[in-house]
């Protein structure tokens, strides 16, 4: 059945008249059933920190449901490509918009906290591109990427690109409406990175290592790095590219165009 309730009306006593200003309609922790307690902390002010964090993620996952859905509806692809800043997100899309625009129908969603940099990069591609500019945002949040959605003129089958903020370590908690969540790491940034911010890596399906060509110059052993990510995520699909060199790239086209939904009339 359809109610229209407000989320503090369930689970307390219903006994007092509601026409008037509810005594704890503040976001305090008491109307809420899912307060999540953190066992090792004992003051009131820590918990309701949580608690807040949890509604955040919470409202994050309605709209990024509804972006699945409205993708689904029109049979698109998403993919999250998340990153530090400068591994090389904006690149990867740039060749992959090169290599297979031709074929497959390519748009993007541009997140950064200033700059339409690169929105106009994708753009001067002739690929649909919208810019989010998250202010001191560090990720993008799934309310920013529906509206963005809506400037975004859809095709069947499609593929939409959404470049998260470069950030290595918040946007790995907010789902965007994805398909599949993409780490790119370069060869520059150490061996170790996966260890010291395990989340993106625990969450992605794939991962790109970016900037081959620059091992020969780095002081880095490459198998040490896949092992490392391999510890925080066995499952994980990984490409080693180049994308000034274009090497390595070819399967990373051929995994793209498979993740191609079958058109539908
Ligand atoms: N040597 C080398 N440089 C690369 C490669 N890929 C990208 N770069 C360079 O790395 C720099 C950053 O690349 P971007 O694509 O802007 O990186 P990004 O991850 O989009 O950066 P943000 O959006 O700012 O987080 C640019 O100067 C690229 O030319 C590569 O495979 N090898
Ligand atoms: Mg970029």
């Known amino acids: 059945m359809c109610q229209n309730h407000s989320h503090h009306d369930h689970n307390h ?3 007092h008249d509601h026409n008037h200003a509810h005594p704890h309609n503040d976001h305090s922790v008491s109307d809420n059933t899912d307060v999540i307690t953190d066992p090792t902390k004992t003051n009131e002010s820590d ?9 955040v ?6 709209f990024s449901e509804r972006i699945k859905g409205y993708l689904d509806a029109h049979n698109v692809f998403s993919l999250n490509i998340m990153s530090s800043p400068g ?21 993007v969603i541009e997140g950064d906290q200033y700059t339409d940099n690169d929105a106009n990069r994708i753009k001067s591609l002739n690929v649909q591109a919208v810019q989010i500019n998250t202010g001191n945002g560090c990720h993008l949040e799934s309310f920013s990427v529906y509206n963005a959605l809506k400037k975004i003129k859809l095709q069947n089958s499609g593929i939409l ?6 950030n290595l370590v918040c946007p790995a908690m907010f789902n965007i409406g994805e398909d599949v969540k993409v780490v790119v790491i370069s060869t520059t940034e150490g061996v170790d990175k996966p260890l010291k911010y395990p989340a993106v890596f625990a969450l992605s399906d794939i991962c790109i290592i970016n900037k081959t060509d620059l091992l020969p110059y780095l002081n880095i052993d490459i198998n040490e790095l896949e092992s490392n990510i391999r510890k925080i995520n066995s499952n994980i699909k990984i490409f080693k590219v180049s994308c000034t060199k274009e090497d390595g790239l070819d399967k990373w086209y051929e995994y793209i165009t498979k993740c191609q939904k079958s058109s539908v009339i």
Do not use: M, P, Y
Not at 93 to 106: A, G, P, V, Y
């Open 13 to 15: 006593d219903h006994s």
């Open 47 to 55: 918990r309701r920190i949580i608690f807040s964090k949890t509604n």
């Open 57 to 62: 993620l919470q409202e994050n996952d309605i």
């Open 87 to 107: 591994a090389g997100k904006t690149t990867i899309l740039e060749n992959t918009i090169k290599h297979l625009s031709d074929k497959i129908d390519i748009s």
């Open 161 to 166: 690109f959404i470049e998260n903020v470069g």
